[in-house]
Nanobody
Framework: QVQLVESGGGLVQAGESLRLSCAAS????????IAWFSQAPGKDREFVAA????????YYAESVKGRFTTSGDNAKSTVYLQMNSLKPEDTAVYYC????????????????????WGQGTQVTVSS
């Protein structure tokens, strides 16, 4: 049974940084794609970033380009989301998601392409 556990959320002020972690267990996923999605109250879940683990290729939503970076530590089966220059509009629950295959192009942005999801971690940015 694949499990994803996020951590690292919290309350910060605008302009500050947070690093989220997503620890994966129960699968080898050497060719997987790991993504981050966010969901603010009353809004749909939105794509934030994705990492193709074998190649290291990354994808980002336009709203976070230049501020967020996703990376992985295969030895620890952990993926990170470094969030810099946080804004109040980044406030949301952040979920990591895993697909056991490599996703290409627009597929990496699509929530239904991901089979496994974590429980989410709250990020709150005050102004």
């Amino acid at each position: 049974q694949v499990q994803l556990v996020e951590s690292g959320g919290g309350l910060v002020q605008a302009g500050e940084s947070l690093r989220l972690s997503c620890a994966a267990s129960g699968g080898t996923f050497s060719s997987s794609t790991i993504a981050w999605f966010s969901q603010a109250p009353g809004k749909d879940r939105e794509f934030v970033a994705a990492l193709r683990r074998r190649s290291g290729i990354t994808y980002y939503a336009e709203s976070v380009k230049g501020r967020f970076t996703t990376s992985g530590d295969n030895a620890k089966s952990t993926v990170y989301l470094q969030m810099n220059s946080l804004k109040p509009e980044d406030t949301a629950v952040y979920y990591c998601a895993a697909a056991p295959v490599t996703l290409y192009g627009r597929d990496a942005y699509e929530a239904p392409k991901y089979n496994y999801w974590g429980q989410g971690t709250q990020v709150t940015v005050s102004s």
